[in-house]
């Protein structure tokens, strides 16, 4: 993203500086071209300001941490903002650390998915590679993963003990592949989702549970009087008299 601004100061540089403080950016961040030099004019008569051209082309972690930022403050919850940034591996994972950060986290990490969210889809806007944006707040990510861990351990125990499948509460594709993946090697059950989005969830089932994936592929049974018209329609009409085909007794 590029912001080009213009900017006027009684010299250059403070009309440099005026421009950085407008974009909220350092000087090596910036080109600058100066539109017009000062001029002191004539015992003050005709006195004019330098005017200089500000560009700024925002990094990827630097639009990731502007949209963050003001988002936060027009939602009352203010916050300190760190940045961790591997160019090479197109990832940005922005810290967040202040007050009220419950609020933040909202009901089950919704309110914090949501913020990762929507600044994925603002640093990602107009750039070639896509970046992999993760928004976090005193390490509810790692503990919330070892909490699905923990469920999903207890679950497939469960699922073994009972010899019946078990769904889990409805979670995000990012909950859901923790889920998965934590009970890949486990012997003895295997894990599907089903549903639909928002609602979708993992069914973790004993391997050999009959149907265990939903009863895919299953024909539909038929019902017995449907089989038994079908039959009937099948045979041919008979005679009282012997039996045969009626198309043969004549």
Known sequence: ???????????????????LNILGCDRDEVSVEVVSNPKSGFFGFGKQP??????????????AKDFLEG????????AHIE?????????????????????????RG????????????????DEEDRWRVTVDTENYRAKREASLIALANKTAQKALKYKKSVALE??????????????QDTEGVTTYST???????????????????????RKPAQSRSGS???????????????GTDATQSN
């Open 1 to 19: 993203m590029i912001k080009v601004i213009e900017a006027k100061g009684d010299t250059i540089d403070a009309a440099i500086q005026n421009a």
């Open 50 to 63: 330098a005017v200089v051209k500000v560009t700024f082309e925002a990094s990827p972690a630097g639009k």
């Open 71 to 78: 988002l936060l403050i027009r939602f009352g919850t203010p």
């Open 83 to 107: 940045i961790s940034e591997n160019a090479d591996e197109k990832t940005i994972h922005l810290e967040l650390s202040g007050e009220n950060m419950g609020s933040i986290i909202g009901r």
């Open 110 to 125: 919704d309110t914090l998915d949501a913020l990762q969210y929507l600044t994925s889809i603002v640093t990602n806007k």
């Open 170 to 183: 409805p979670m995000n594709p990012h909950e859901r592949r923790i889920i998965h993946s934590a009970l």
């Open 195 to 217: 549903g639909s989005e928002p609602n979708r969830k993992v069914i973790i089932a004993p391997t050999d549970m009959p149907q265990s994936r939903g009863n895919a592929g």
């Open 228 to 242: 038994a018209n079908r039959r009937s329609r099948s045979r041919k009409p008979r005679t009282k008299e012997t």
